[in-house]
């Protein structure tokens, strides 16, 4: 399972993916973002812009415990800095801490999880590079 929280449509996997029945593909973006043209995922959750912490979660929680009915093996989660409030290529309004729900939220399911880095485009770069260390924290259970 590919659980692409990148502000932007996980468009690559989708496409990749999109004729093989053992993969399944949830992309979590702005639907007001790149690309215009979004293959299907599986699941895709358009958000509008300007979503903040306690939407964003609420549909993540519910999209991703939709997309557990497929029991996968293993999750790569595409933990994209991105949705930030303060990203510049970004129209999302989550917060740092919220970030950090989103990996808790993701890695807390019981289903081993393969964590990459993904887009961060924060105007100050030490806010992109605290959501990025907040997600190994939260995969290395070292807060
Ligand atoms: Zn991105």
Not at 92 to 121: I, K, M, Q, S
Request: with cysteine; aromatic share 8%.
């Amino acid at each position: 399972m590919v659980i692409d929280c990148d502000v932007h449509h996980g468009n690559g996997t989708a496409a990749i993916f999109a004729a093989d029945p053992t993969v399944f593909t949830l992309s979590i973006h702005q639907y007001n973002n790149y690309p215009s043209e979004k293959p299907p995922s599986n699941v895709d959750v358009h958000l509008p812009d300007g979503i903040g912490d306690d939407e964003y979660l609420a549909r993540l929680g519910a999209a991703v415990e939709t997309a557990l009915a497929f029991r996968p093996d293993l999750i790569f989660y595409l933990a994209g800095a991105d949705p930030y409030r303060d990203d510049q290529l970004g129209g999302l309004a989550l917060t740092v801490e919220g970030l950090l729900r989103r990996d808790r939220l993701v890695l807390g399911f019981g289903t081993p999880v393969a964590v990459t880095l993904a887009g961060g485009y924060a105007r100050e770069v030490e806010d992109t590079v605290a959501i990025h260390c907040n997600t190994v924290r939260a995969a290395c259970n070292v807060e």
